[in-house]
């Protein structure tokens, strides 16, 4: 499942994010011939912007897909928990292993795709692709007032934390009941499943799975692309 229906606030003013275009082609068509090049997706559910899903079903329409692998788009919600909410919901019968990608990480190899199945595959109820960080991370308090530094109050240890990507796998009756219980807002799909008490487990996450989210991101994932043109 590919939830696609964000604004890109981050990105700055334009088409939504998703249909924004990377080397002439939209962003949500590099997300999806990504996850569809591995052999074990038969499926794939775009969630659509709001007032975009004809938009979006007539670009699928015009990109070719690997024959063995079907489409379906449904209209996404206000955030990203209800959007994948509205996927889960169309999702047809017959379909036990659940990724959720963002259409965001457009580049993700297809390896990174196929380690999450397998370990889905292997018993694991939520995996996720997961990096070290390069920077270290604060914790702050909220500043005194207006114009008032951020007091530091914490440092965690920077070699147990990991920056999570997508896709993050699933067993699908594990997702759908996360989405049945867990209320507030969350960030990603597997810390849902963290509040039912589950394991999530990790497998390597790649560099170039990263989420375009500011203007300098579009520049990276133009290089990217260009050097696998070379
Ligand atoms: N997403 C979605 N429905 C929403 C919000 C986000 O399907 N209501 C999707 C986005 O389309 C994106 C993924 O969730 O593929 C990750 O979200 P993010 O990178 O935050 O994208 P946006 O919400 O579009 O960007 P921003 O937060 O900058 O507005
Ligand atoms: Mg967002």
Redesign the pocket.
């Known amino acids: 499942m590919i939830?696609?229906?964000?604004?890109?606030?981050?990105?700055g003013p334009g088409a939504p994010?998703?249909l924004r275009a990377l080397s002439g082609t939209p962003m949500l068509i590099h997300a999806v011939r990504a996850m569809a090049a591995s052999r074990a997706v038969q499926l794939v559910v775009v969630?659509a912007p709001p007032d975009g899903a004809a938009e979006v079903k007539a670009l699928l329409d015009a990109h070719a897909l690997p024959e063995r692998t079907d489409f379906l788009v449904v209209p996404?919600?206000?955030?990203?928990q209800?959007?994948v909410r509205r996927g889960l919901d169309a999702l047809p019968p017959g379909h036990d292993i659940v990724l959720v990608h963002?259409?965001?990480r457009p580049l993700v190899p297809v390896d990174t795709v196929d380690a999450v199945i397998e370990a889905v595959r292997d018993g694991a109820p939520a995996v996720v692709p997961a990096l070290p960080l390069a920077d270290t991370v604060k914790e702050v308090a909220p500043a005194g007032g207006p114009g008032e530094p951020e007091p530091v109050v914490a440092t965690p240890e920077r070699s147990r934390l990991r920056a999570v990507q997508t896709p993050q796998g699933f067993d699908r009756a594990t997702l759908v009941r996360a989405h049945e219980t867990v209320t507030g807002e969350v960030t990603d799909d597997a810390s849902m499943v963290e509040r039912l008490g589950l394991t999530v487990v990790t497998v390597p996450g790649h560099e170039e799975a990263f989420?375009v989210?500011r203007p300098l991101d579009l520049v990276l994932a133009e290089a990217v692309l260009a050097r696998r043109r070379l």
């Open positions: 939830p696609a229906a964000g604004r890109g606030v981050r990105l994010k998703a969630v996404g919600g206000e955030s990203r209800e959007s963002d259409a965001a989420k989210t």
